[in-house]
């Protein structure tokens, strides 16, 4: 199973945009659904977007409309282009692939003025 590490957070003001990454060890190609997940300090973690072989998507209704997950198959990576950052959103954000895998580290985001 392909080992996933997460990375592009950072701190961004409120109304701003962050790419973030989910860079698989492997082929990414076969896998059909992967998503990406947030942990909000003191909460639970979160499911806030899915995609499906490549094109399917579905969205929290936390981020929809600003949040878009995509995948590159030649480069074995899945992105999620975030717009319209809110102070809500700070989270760790990690990815996944359905059935769930290993969990990795995450990458951190802040939205903050």
């Known amino acids: 199973q392909a080992q996933l590490v997460e990375s592009g957070g950072g701190l961004v003001q409120p109304g701003g945009s962050l790419r973030l990454s989910c860079a698989a060890s492997?082929?990414?190609?076969?896998?059909?659904?992967m998503g990406w997940y947030r942990r909000a300090p003191g909460k639970q973690r979160e499911w806030i977007a899915t995609?499906?072989?490549?094109?399917?998507?579905v969205y929290a209704a936390s981020v929809k409309g600003r949040f878009t997950v995509s995948k590159d198959n030649t480069t074995n990576t899945m992105y999620l282009q975030m717009n319209s950052l809110k102070p809500e959103d700070t989270a760790t954000y990690l990815c996944?692939?359905?059935?769930?895998?290993?969990w990795g580290q995450g990458t951190q985001v802040t939205v903050s003025s």
């Open positions: 996944n692939t359905l059935p769930l895998g290993p």
């Open positions: 492997g082929s990414i190609a076969r896998i059909q659904t």
């Open positions: 995609l499906h072989k490549d094109v399917n998507t």
